[in-house]
């Protein structure tokens, strides 16, 4: 048995609740619970590393170690709300950044930490100073924040494997069952999400192979996960949203709190315009759907089965 995440990084938060026990999981895959699953991070996800091990050794969210990123995030933040008057509602976990030095190819690896700590070292520096300078109000303990990367190196050698490979083998290997976990949501994915209140990665189906190195062949059966009802942190657009007692009575009911940001998440009825669009995308071959139960209480159920534009239906999700 393999479980495997494939994009995003530590803004993304899973709970799970096993034998009466949660978890809360952020970079690593929620099959680790299982003794018998081998966990694999691919590619495709950015590490927090004292998230990371933080998230191994305790499974908490606290006594988090600074890392730039995460401070380049909150400046951008702040920036965007004194500039346009609103942010885009991000988790503030430096994961935009990180993509954007990745696009940039300045970005920092997992293999140049753990083969050349010098110059390791010296691109750090390089893109520490690059942010500095875009960032005037930016503060960095650059020599301590190395020293605190150098000692994860020895912690994190024997975990490292070349993910290609590792994932050929697995495929071709004995016979074993692989899952693979996204982070966020179809909405969410920096392509066909509700642009610009996007993650910085993409969440649909076509992530499983570029951010695990695997072939489209491979990929079998597609499981849609889906509230009976409708959320959403941070802002963006949401028709189905119940500004209402009935949206605070699906938040409070279905105890929708963000698992990273602790904000309260949006909640609506459910939104079959987008399920249809993500199905669209994904294609999925089932649906599984959670939180039924929560609608216990309610007299009448609604469900949003169509967008007006101009008071005529539109067959398709808008672009705006």
Known sequence: LSAASLQGGNNAGHTVVVDSVEYDFHLLPSGIINPKVTAFIGNGVVIHLPGLFEEAGKNQRKGKMFDFHQAVDGVQEQQRQEQAGKNLGTTKKGIGPVYSAKAARSGLRICDLLADFTQFSERYKVLAQQYKAMYPTLEIDIEGELVKLKD????????????VHFMYEALHGPPMKILVEGANAALLDIDFGTYPFVTSSNCTVGGV??????????????????????TRVGIGAFPSEQNNKIGELLQTRGKEVGVTTGRKRRCGWLDLVLIKYAHMINGFTALALTKLDILDVFPEIKVGLAYKVDDEI???FPVK
């Open 314 to 316: 539109i067959p398709h």
């Open 152 to 163: 994860y190196v020895e912690q994190l050698k024997p975990m490292v494997r070349d993910g």
């Open 209 to 230: 192979c570029t951010g695990l190195g695997m072939p489209p062949q491979n990929v079998g059966e597609v499981y849609g996960v889906v509230k009976a009802y409708t």
